[in-house]
């Protein structure tokens, strides 16, 4: 905020707070009072009185405030002068806002109106708490502020929540109590804040049932100590909403259980399958119906019910797409209607399995084989694949293990470059992996000349011509090895003429999943989501979720590349914040590199060879944090660790994250002035 803006509010509003022990103010200070709150709770809310604008123009010129100035920040103090009551909203930093609320009984007026400008895009009195006791008003959020739960916030509106809950997660806030008012209103607004909340994998709690209309209420009733015992017994969000879902139906009759059945499981499928809170509400779905949680039949008919219920879109979308087929047929569009055929298909498929009802291992069932996993682990090997190239990066990770990657730089640094090493580290390193590559930015021609390249050591440009001598007999070994990957089934190529959809991603690795499989996809953006009519943030959020799904289900690494915003590649250091209209990704991946140029380098990126900053930005697959050092030779489409002893940057990098390693020990390696390290010899 302003400074200068800043300033006035604050003189504003100790003026509003003298004015309301005055005689004006002494209808507004009994209505308080009324409402059962102390002068002590008065003076520890920061409430005050307006006595309109005249008067308070008149102060803060005294105060050194120019008319333009109070006309400027106090917008709306001239504006209906029947709000005597004067609320301050607060963040870590100070005043934030100053909100007027009426004290009569006019029921069609709005209760609350703003006297600066304030955004209800915004949780009122939101300090960057990461638990959040979330109650609807303003006075109930000051009430409980200051009667010491500095998390209390309010929603400033039962149907006003989407925005502010936004904003607050990416401020910080990680949980949220509902303490929302005991009316309909008020319990309708719970549902959805919790169903919002509960299916973005985010704890939310709600209080028990009490009698009194809200916490203001209940704590000038019954005091601070009867409110935390309530709250001490809170109930988890997912299953207080799983138990509002099926008191809607009645139980009584099979009908209703089928029915409340149905309704339960397609709640259970909007909680990611990582949320703590799905496996709670599939044990409560158990239990409400009286279920062997261990019963196979039990398994199949829950699924089978799932499926039932999605039968009518399924069989829409398959008129829909006969009906499309059948007119392309009768114009004669041979290679439209092959193509329609086969995107449809696998569009129904992936819509077929995500209705399916697949409940968790029972927790024991889990523990059991999760142990027997771990007990026969190699002690000494990494947890995921070993790389060879990049031994460094595989340390700092515990091996390349399941998960969702995502590789974010701006245009023309080495994204590309970086995914055609990396992928071709794990298929090289470890021999019994098999490797699907999607090049959406690119067609298979341009892959195909970096994985040789890299594999040879020659220039791009001497890939694409007939060699002789030493070059022709290292251009031939990586043709061979190559075409022997693919022989073997171990390498995938496909490009965006090939795959356009995230459904056809899925048809292609349905086939291919194997102990060992990982995927990486090239330019992921252009990958479609399927008959989607969002804007564009909504579409990522969906591509976002299929991808994680698809990784969370297979349980294979996948590694995807984005861009980062005009803004963020002008910056020294990019951030999270910077991916170009992707935020939804980086809240869903496992791990997120950044990708830039090294600081020396920043002025001219386009250089043939250049170092670069790997910087990992999250990371939740393993403990490091910090930067890595790499250096890239584009004509080569080669990246390289650059060795941490020995390298200034590198060491100070290495000591801000206090990860003490050794060097990447790698084997002398004969070199011409156009050969970077063959693979094979690294072998």
């Known amino acids: 905020m302003d400074p200068e803006k800043k300033k006035l509010l604050e003189a504003a509003h100790t003026y509003f707070v003298s004015k309301l022990w005055t005689k004006e103010g002494a209808e507004t200070l009994s209505y308080l009072h009324g409402r059962g709150y102390s002068n002590e709770s008065i003076k520890s809310m920061g409430l005050g009185y307006n006595p309109g604008f005249p008067p308070v123009e008149k102060y803060l010129n005294s105060e050194g405030f120019m008319s333009t100035q109070i006309d400027l920040v106090l917008a709306h103090m001239k504006i209906r002068d029947e709000y005597p009551l004067v609320i301050p909203d607060m963040s870590k930093a100070g005043i934030r806002a100053l909100w007027k609320r009426r004290i009569d009984s006019n029921s069609e007026a709005p209760k609350y109106l703003p006297l600066s400008d304030a955004k209800k895009n915004e949780l009122f009195g939101f300090k960057g708490d990461r638990d959040v006791l979330l109650v609807e008003g303003v006075l109930d959020a000051l009430t409980l502020q200051s009667a010491g739960f ?25 949980s949220f109590t509902l303490a929302l008012d005991n009316d309909a209103v008020g319990q309708s607004a719970a549902e959805n804040v919790s169903r919002f909340l509960t299916s973005r994998g985010i704890r939310n709690y709600v209080l028990p049932e009490y009698p009194e209309k809200d916490p ?41 259980q089928d029915a409340a059945m149905e309704a339960a499981i397609g709640y259970l499928q909007d909680i990611p399958v990582d949320s703590v809170e799905r496996v709670h509400v599939y044990n409560s779905i158990f239990d409400r119906f009286h279920l062997p949680k261990d019963s196979e039949i039990m398994r199949q008919l829950l699924e089978f019910r799932r499926e039932k219920k999605a039968g009518e879109s399924l069989n829409r979308g398959l008129r829909d797409l006969l009906r499309n087929a059948s007119k392309l047929s009768f114009e004669g569009k041979q290679e439209e209607l092959l193509d329609l055929l086969e995107e449809g298909v696998s ?43 990049f031994a460094e990066l595989a340390k700092n990770l515990d091996g390349v293990q399941p998960g969702y990657y995502i590789l974010a730089a701006d245009t023309n640094v080495g994204k590309t470059a970086f995914m055609a090493n990396l992928f071709l580290d794990i298929l090289k390193t470890t021999p019994d992996t098999v490797g699907v590559y999607f090049s959406l930015d690119d067609p298979r021609k341009v892959i195909a000349d970096r994985f040789l390249a890299i594999l040879s050591g020659l220039h791009l440009s001497d890939i694409q011509r007939p060699q002789t ?10 043709y061979e090895d190559l075409t022997k990957l693919a022989e073997d089934q171990r390498l995938f190529v496909y490009d965006i003429a090939e795959v356009a959809s995230i459904a056809r991603v899925e048809a292609i690795l349905r086939p291919l999943h194997r102990e ?31 991808i994680k799904a698809l990784s969370d289900r297979l349980g294979i690494p996948i590694c995807t590349t984005v861009e980062i915003t005009k803004e963020g590649a002008k910056n020294l250091t990019p951030a999270l914040h910077d991916l170009k209209e992707t935020g939804k ?72 994250t206090q990860v003490q390693r050794e060097p990447t020990n790698k084997k002398k390696m004969t070199k011409n002035k156009n050969q970077v390290d063959r693979y094979d010899e690294l072998e």
Not at 536 to 541: A, K, M, T
């Open 347 to 389: 569009d129904l498929k992936l819509r077929r399995d995500e209705i399916r009802f697949e409940p968790p291992l029972n927790f024991s069932t889990f523990l059991q084989e999760k142990k027997l996993a771990d007990d026969n682990r190699d002690p000494d090997n990494l947890l995921g694949y070993r790389l060879s190239r």
């Open 150 to 174: 500095p998390g209390a916030c309010a929603l400033q509106g039962a149907s006003n929540f989407l925005k502010p809950l936004e904003a607050a997660l990416k401020s910080g806030a990680r």
């Open 585 to 656: 990704f980086a809240y869903n991946a496992n791990v997120v590199w950044l990708l830039y140029p090294e600081e020396s380098s920043k002025n001219d990126p386009d250089r043939e060879e250049m170092d670069l900053v790997l910087k990992f930005a999250k990371n939740k697959i393993s403990s490091f944090k910090g930067s890595m050092m790499l250096h890239f030779r584009r004509g080569y489409s080669a990246i390289t660790e650059v060795p941490v002893h020995g390298n200034p940057v590198q060491e100070s990098r290495r000591a801000e």
């Open 216 to 256: 203001d209420e209940l704590l000038s009733k019954r005091g601070i100590p009867e409110f935390k015992k309530i709250l001490a017994s809170r109930v988890s969000g997912a299953s207080w909403l799983l138990d509002k879902i099926l008191t809607k139906h009645d139980m009584t009759n099979l009908d209703g």
């Open 516 to 546: 060992k499989l990982f995927v990486f996809i090239d330019g992921l953006l252009n990958l479609e989501v399927g008959d989607f009519s969002g804007n564009i943030r909504e579409e990522n959020e969906r591509r976002a979720r299929r």
């Open 469 to 478: 001598g030493q070059k022709g007999h290292f251009r031939d070994l990586a």
